[in-house]
């Protein structure tokens, strides 16, 4: 007899593939398995191995199970009091801002909803923040300049028919293996369909290329400048949509052609052959159906949202947007970044993609929550946070489903912050994180496979996750105890919900709220959409505006923008490079990435032997040349000192790297032999629009380590 299933999604990238997992029955063994889920559109039944390896981190390993104060266990009930009471008093003696949330792209839309609601209505602080902002904040700011709104324009088919697809700052293979089998798969039954890589290290993504810049570590808007300029000088540009659909392509032009006036320079500027730029330019302009697929390689930068927007103007320039197989296309790394965006999961976002600067907006949003406490102007992002915790600025902190002591930059200043906190709240499942060794409260959340909610994934599409397994110990949802400590401030009937669907239906009220038909984001569909439906929820693609329930493949198909003036507008880009350059004392470029099997800080991943096979050690990939040079031993260990600290990692030598640049996976935490690569090696370097770190790039030296 067929076993029943149930579909959930994965809770790993942004891809959001669909996942069937065996109900448990008494007969059952505990621990179901997971299979791809084939009705659904993202993966058609596909999973990586991370996907296939789901029920391996089901088993309830180091699972927090009772909230805790100090270190002493303690009900629910006395956890929840001590948190809104200490709320209360910092909010009367230092005002509202002396609160912070710092949330994850982990979490459900649900429980994001409310957590920004309960600080920005009711609390009255727009210090809502989250590990999202580590991951795509610059294409959220690059497509508001471009389009007027935070609107991810393609879908994943555009991926499969487009005929030239550019990947930049993406090693898809291993961090979005799905879409990466799909487009691989694609390649293969249209053999003319050219792959393009531009990234500094011949990754596994190289596989399928056609052809692989390796540029200079972030010279990638450079390359997008020249394309412009090269579709003037090749005759096609598309003046027609320009006319229609834009503004500002003059100074945007103008620009480009200052910042790379030939092909000698461009390529110098770049570090790329010229032959390379060339044989990219040519099919650029010779090939009309492209897609440019760009994730942490152009987002984790100093100058990430002007590198979104270099290449936003290519694709406004030629009229590649808006149509089957064309348009710029940010991938998120997490699983429910786009639902963060969504609700105004972000410090300088409102709620439903409003924002503090939309005339009407805080008032309306006010009206609808009826709230008592309205922020009314944007709060801190993260590295902003931390610093300002660390300045004593804010007091109590709410950290959820993250581990920001080995994602955040500069793990010294983020110890400093939180040690300065006077309440520092976790709530995570695991027991014994970098940051839960912080806490003051220590609150018990249900994981994955217990949780009941939405995701949006990177192509705009909200799927469900649905609890299948029942809460371990006392586990309770983060919207649960968010709500819990709303009710004890006071706000009873604001948060006053029964579940996830309660809060959902009002989450798709609210974005279609009195919505002029300026705001991208409309899922008033849905706010009548009654319990059962929200059970049997398919997977739908925002916007999903009255009569239209199939929601939306593709945006901009009419031309039509979110502006003011509804065009798109160009933005003049002057390509720049990191903000610490190499020198004498510091002559190496460290670069950061994942590997294929594990995922952020491992806390989950780590829990699956199988998971280990592929990579189980941390490691540092060095080019020979400079392994000989330095006098390192392949397999040895080496320190890399950069100006914020140092990790110890094992020499791998790889010319997938260029001499002078080294690359080290992020996934290792301090315990494991002092290897947290981004917590130790990265600055505090930010994007100054979007905030978002410049976690990809350090300056470091090398030494070798002696065997004793
Ligand atoms: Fe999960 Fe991403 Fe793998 Fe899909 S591609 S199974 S969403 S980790």
């Not at 930049?168 to 249209?190: C, D, E, F, M």
């Not at 499942?429 to 949006?456: Q, R, Y």
């Not at 009710?487 to 579940?499: E, H, I, R, T, V």
């Not at 189980?616 to 320190?639: C, F, M, S, T, W």
Request: glycine content about 6%.
């Amino acid at each position: 007899m067929a076993q029943a299933f149930q579909k959930t999604t994965c809770p790993y990238c942004g891809v959001g593939c669909g996942v069937n997992m065996v109900l448990p029955s008494a007969d059952n063994d505990p621990v179901p398995p997971v299979s791809g889920d084939e009705m659904h559109p993202a993966n058609f039944g596909r999973l990586c191995v991370k996907g296939s390896s789901l029920a391996q981190t089901l088993i309830d390993h180091d699972r927090l199970l009772t909230p805790s104060i100090h270190g002493h266990s303690a009900s629910w009930d006395e956890a929840l009091d001590t948190i809104s009471d200490k709320i209360a008093q910092v909010v009367k003696d230092h005002g509202p801002d002396a609160f912070a949330f710092y949330l994850s792209g982990q979490i459900l839309t649900e429980d994001y909803y409310v957590a920004n609601k309960l600080a920005k209505g009711f609390i009255g602080t727009a210090n809502v923040d989250t590990n999202s902002r580590l991951c795509m904040a610059s294409a959220v700011v690059a497509y508001k300049r471009a389009f007027g709104s935070d609107t991810v324009p393609c879908c994943y088919e555009d991926l499969e028919c487009c005929d030239l697809l550019i990947m930049v700052g993406s090693n898809a293979a291993w961090t979005h293996p799905v879409l990466y089998q799909r487009i691989a798969a694609a390649k293969q039954k249209r053999p003319h369909m050219k792959v393009v890589v531009i990234d500094p290290r011949q990754t596994a993504t190289c596989d399928i290329a056609d052809l692989h810049l390796a540029i200079k570590p972030g010279s990638d808007a450079a390359i997008f400048s020249y394309l412009l300029c090269h579709s003037d000088r090749a005759n096609v540009l598309d003046h027609s949509y320009m006319a229609d659909s834009t503004s500002g392509f003059d100074d945007a032009l103008k620009c480009a052609y200052e910042a790379t006036p030939s092909l000698s320079s461009t390529a110098d500027f770049c570090g790329v052959p010229e032959e390379h730029l060339t044989l990219l330019a040519n099919w650029w302009a010779d090939i009309d159906k492209t897609v440019t697929f760009y994730s942490q390689g152009i987002n984790q930068s100093s100058s990430g949202v002007d590198k979104c927007n270099a290449i936003i103007n290519c694709h406004l320039a030629t009229g590649r947007i808006g149509k089957a197989g064309a348009g710029p296309f940010s991938i998120t790394g997490q699983p429910n970044a786009m639902g963060g965006r969504e609700v105004g999961g972000l410090a300088n976002q409102l709620a439903a993609h409003m924002d503090f600067a939309t005339p009407g907006a805080r008032d309306l949003v006010q009206r609808f929550w009826q709230a008592p406490n309205m922020a009314s102007e944007n709060g801190l992002k993260a590295v902003d946070l931390f610093q300002a915790m660390e300045a004593g600025k804010i007091k109590v902190v709410w950290i959820m489903s993250t581990n920001p002591m080995v994602s955040m930059p500069d793990t010294a200043q983020v110890r400093r912050a939180l040690e300065k906190c006077e309440l520092v709240i976790v709530s995570d499942c695991k027991n014994n994180t970098d940051t839960t060794t912080m806490a003051d409260i220590l609150l018990p959340a249900t994981g994955w496979s217990e949780k009941n909610g939405t995701v949006t994934n990177s192509e705009r599409r909200i799927s469900r996750q649905r609890g299948l397994l029942p809460a371990p110990g006392e586990a309770r949802h983060d919207w649960w105890a968010i709500c819990e400590v709303a009710k004890k401030l006071g706000f009873q009937s604001a948060f006053d919900y029964q579940g996830a669907h309660d809060i959902f239906v009002e989450h798709a009220a609210l974005s279609a709220f009195e919505n002029d038909g300026t705001r991208d984001f409309d899922i008033g569909h849905f706010h009548s959409m009654t319990q059962a439906e929200y059970d049997t929820l398919v997977p739908v693609q925002w916007p999903v505006p009255k009569g239209q329930p199939e929601g939306t493949k593709r945006m901009f198909t009419d031309g039509q923008f979110f502006t003011s003036d509804r065009k798109a507008h160009f933005i003049p880009i002057t390509p720049v490079l990191p903000q610490q350059a190499s020198n004498q004392e510091w002559p190496y470029v460290l670069n950061t990435g994942r590997v294929r099997d594990q995922w952020h800080t491992m806390t989950r991943t780590g829990d699956a032997a199988s998971l280990a096979r592929h990579t189980n050690q941390p490691y540092v990939e060095i080019h020979p040349r400079d392994v000989k040079a330095l006098g390192l031993q392949d397999q040895g260990l080496a320190r890399l000192v950069s100006p914020s600290g140092q990790a110890i990692l094992k020499v791998k030598t790889s010319r997938a790297t260029s001499p002078g640049q080294v690359f080290a996976p992020i996934h290792w935490t301090q315990a494991f032999a002092n290897a947290s690569v981004v917590s130790n090696l990265i600055p505090q370097v930010v994007d100054p629009l979007s905030g978002q770190p410049e976690s990809k790039h350090a300056v470091i030296r090398l030494e070798a380590i002696a065997k004793k």
